[in-house]
């Protein structure tokens, strides 16, 4: 089978069709889509230095493989892809990858991770002539108990009776108190819905958002996120778009985004976009994850 192309073709994806699971290891599987398109419509051009740094964290549940005695091994895989990458990777197309393991034989789970290190870089940097690699962590299941879960902190936007009208992005909304002190806080909300733009199906996920700057109006904040209910995009993009909004309407002196997004096909994508460099989000699940 080809390596695919970079440029996804819409009847090529694997996600939103029916397709048969792989029985062998399969490193084709993997389909990147170029970043390049959602960007620009956002207005980040291929010449433009990204105002943002950041990682896509992703967690595997469904990750399985056989020892050199073909006995069955179970671990979760947790993945970071820096935003700087030129690809993401279609979800589902993940998902069939990761399922080609479950027959193959691994000397140890170093030679697994290894193995994901690899393909998984080589896809999301593939077209750009840089040799780079993305982050994976193998949980083991005698360390399952130590996964953590827990709320992302911050003031409850969801606290907040308002009255919601929009359910396509409206960064109009979106204001700031001029004239008032700066501050430095944390807000959360987990009304942020928005739909694949391949099958339609919604996604659910809790969004955290901290600054420095003028105060934001919580209220007005609160009515942008629910103005995502029926826009169609993936999961990086939409976190993008937020903090582009907010960056250029509220005009903060720092601000991060970060959301966390409901499991599908035993997959979570959790992006994370922020203006200036400090230790990454924990990568806690939270309740609905």
Not at 17 to 44: K, M
Not at 55 to 76: H, T
Not at 175 to 180: C, K, N, P, W
Request: net charge neutral.
């Amino acid at each position: 089978m080809p390596a695919p192309s970079c440029t996804p073709c819409p009847s090529a994806l694997p996600l939103g069709r029916e397709v048969d699971y792989p029985s062998r290891y399969d490193r084709t599987l993997l389909y990147p889509i170029p970043r390049a398109a959602q960007r620009t419509e956002l207005g980040l051009g291929a010449a433009r230095r990204l105002p943002f740094i950041g990682a896509d964290i992703w967690s595997a549940f469904e990750l399985s493989w056989l020892n050199p005695r073909g006995k069955p091994q179970v671990a979760i895989a947790h993945l970071v892809f820096p935003c700087e990458t030129p690809n993401i990777i279609e979800s589902k197309s993940l998902k069939l990858y990761l399922n080609s393991l479950n027959n193959h034989r691994f000397a140890d789970s170093a030679a697994l991770r290894q193995c994901l290190l690899d393909d998984l870089s080589e896809a999301a940097w593939r077209g750009s002539g840089q040799q780079a690699s993305i982050g994976v962590q193998l949980v083991e299941a005698a360390d399952f108990g130590a996964e953590q879960l827990a709320e992302l902190e911050g003031i409850d936007l969801d606290r907040l009776d308002v009255e919601c009208q929009h359910y396509t992005p409206q960064p109009d909304l979106l204001r700031s108190a001029q004239g008032e002190p700066p501050v430095s806080e944390t807000l959360c909300s987990r009304l942020l819905k928005s739909n694949c733009p391949v099958t339609g199906q919604p996604d659910w996920a809790s969004v955290q958002i901290r600054y420095s700057g003028t105060p934001i109006d919580q209220a007005a904040l609160l009515q942008y996120i629910v103005s995502f209910r029926n826009h169609t995009g993936f999961h990086e993009n939409c976190v993008e778009r937020i903090f582009l909004d907010i960056w250029q309407r509220c005009q903060p002196t720092q601000l991060s985004v970060y959301a966390r997004y409901t499991r599908r096909g035993g997959l979570d994508i959790n992006p994370w976009r922020s203006s200036s460099p400090h230790t990454a989000p924990r990568n806690w699940r939270t309740a609905r994850q």
